[in-house]
């Protein structure tokens, strides 16, 4: 199972959102089908863009709790501080994608940041 996390300033588009997922996938010379799940955080839980990037690729999008994603962010490989005052975690993309993808999940590689997305690919070893 791979998952795609992602973050995101207000009001990133559907395209925007679409474009960091398919950067993270070829990135790690993964297929666009084998994505399973968007995951983001309860904060952006709304965003038109992610909820319509989600939709477009028909995939389940999963809302991470924040306890969740707190739980996840001590195993993320970016750190930004600014995300940590705001967000509560160093990295959303990655954190959102090892807790939608479970414990034993491991990340693909450091989150990618393009325009105003970042996005972050978890598997859990079973799919790439």
């Not at 297929?31 to 319509?52: D, M, N, W, Y």
């Not at 389940?60 to 993320?76: H, I, K, Y």
């Not at 490989?77 to 005052?85: G, I, N, Q």
């Amino acid at each position: 199972m791979i998952v795609a996390g992602v973050g995101c300033r207000t009001g990133a588009s559907a395209r925007d959102v679409e474009a960091a997922i398919a950067a993270a996938l070829d990135r790690a010379g993964v297929t666009p089908q084998a994505l399973s799940v968007i995951a983001t955080a309860v904060a952006k839980a709304r965003e038109p863009g992610i909820v319509a990037a989600a939709f477009a690729r028909g995939v389940t999008l999963v809302v991470v709790p924040q306890a969740d994603l707190e739980a996840a962010g001590a195993r993320v490989m970016t750190r930004s501080e600014r995300v940590a005052a705001l967000m509560g975690v160093p990295s959303v993309a990655e954190a959102a994608a090892l807790a939608a993808a479970g414990s034993d999940a491991q990340l693909v590689g450091p989150r990618i940041a393009l325009g105003p997305v970042t996005c972050a690919l978890a598997t859990t070893g079973d799919a790439t």
